[in-house]
């Protein structure tokens, strides 16, 4: 059985959705701080509750036969982490390490963790590979990289191996799950909520980056292409195959306006944008060298196009308004 914290997320829905799929039993740990219950089949075990709860994980790992464990929950807004680091620190990292002392005391050693290509920081290469130095830019980032050096001196100490997938942008949607976070700080759901009236316009922050436009470029990967990486991931780990760590991206990068001027080609709708001062911590281009995840996991995006991604996000958004 596998553990799924942060199951009630938006990767985690559509990973449980997948792992369900294939036929794999699954259980969900979530505090639904940023979760929606209702993304989590009734028929999974759901036990709402923190991460750092050592004693409810414990709970967990005795009424289930937990052979490995996803672990997504996490807070993840890199804005939020510059004005409140403690939090990003607290709820990742504290709560993080509470969560492996509790999974190694369970005997459970096969762990999907999901990082970021925050952990990179400003890149001094494009595209970005795994041997790029680690240099975060913002707290979320460093929480994140704090998780994948525990990650290793578990290896090294107690033998427990993991995948450590480095995600660039998340986006899209499957048809029973889509983005809506609240509040909701990622560009596509933004500017397709913009694109349906639900938001006025949407945030353009900085145009003066080092970009042909002058907008931060970013590497988008749909989502089910995530949750398919998971999947290749635990198998991976089941293998046998030693601690790694992975990036997923489709290494294509697409600029901000890029993105908004497919959004309009594909919504037939005007989205009305407004310029905003940059943001702290917001590198300029991130995109990925996602060579590794092809080569030693077998992984194959399905969807490599930015218009296939915003396509299937606005089919749901529409089912679901
Ligand atoms: N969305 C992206 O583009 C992206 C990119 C890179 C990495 N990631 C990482 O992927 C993971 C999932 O991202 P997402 O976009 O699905 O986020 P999300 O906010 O939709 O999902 C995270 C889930 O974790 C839960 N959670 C948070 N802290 C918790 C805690 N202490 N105890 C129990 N539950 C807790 C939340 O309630 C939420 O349901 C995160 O770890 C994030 O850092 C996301």
């Known amino acids: 059985m596998i553990l799924v914290t942060g199951g009630a997320g938006y990767i985690g829905s559509v990973t449980v959705e997948r792992l369900l799929e294939a036929g794999e039993e699954v259980v969900v740990l979530d505090n ?19 991460i750092g709860d050592i004693e409810l994980v414990a709970r967990i790992t005795r009424a289930h036969s937990i052979d490995a464990c996803i672990h997504f929950a ?18 990742n990292v504290e709560q993080g390490s509470a969560l492996l002392r509790a999974l190694l005391g369970a ?28 240099q975060p830019v913002n707290p ?28 660039f942008n998340a986006a899209g949607a499957t048809e029973q799950h889509g983005e809506r976070h609240q509040p909701e700080t990622h560009l596509i759901p933004n500017v397709l ?7 006025a316009a949407v945030d353009i922050f900085g145009n003066d980056y080092p970009t042909p436009d002058g907008t931060p470029v970013r590497d988008y990967v749909h989502v089910a292409d995530l949750a398919a990486a998971h999947l290749l991931s635990l198998r991976y780990l089941s293998e046998g195959g030693c601690s790694q760590s992975i990036n997923l991206g489709n290494g294509n990068g697409y600029s901000v306006l890029e993105v908004i001027e497919t959004a309009r080609a594909i919504t037939e709708r005007p989205i009305p944008v407004r310029s905003q001062p ?11 060298d996602a060579t590794k995840a092809r080569e030693l996991l077998g992984w194959s995006p399905r969807y490599s196009e930015l218009s296939e991604i915003l396509r299937s996000d606005w089919e749901w958004r529409i089912k679901n308004s």
Not at 278 to 288: K, T, V
């Open 32 to 50: 639904l701080f940023r979760g929606h219950r209702e993304a989590v089949p009734s028929s999974v075990p759901f036990y709402r509750g923190n």
């Open 74 to 91: 996490a807070l993840a807004y890199v804005g939020e982490s510059v004005s409140e680091p403690s939090r990003y620190f607290e709820n």
């Open 107 to 134: 005997g459970v050693r096969q762990i999907v963790f999901s990082s970021t290509c925050a952990v990179y920081g400003e890149p001094r290469e494009i595209p970005i590979s795994e041997q790029h130095p680690q």
């Open 140 to 167: 979320y980032g460093w929480s994140k990289l704090f998780m994948e050096r525990m990650l290793e001196g578990y290896d090294k100490a107690h033998s427990l191996r993991f995948v450590a997938l480095r995600y």
């Open 193 to 199: 909520s913009a694109a349906i009236g639900s938001t």
């Open 278 to 288: 940059a943001r702290c911590g917001d590198p300029s281009i991130l995109i990925a």
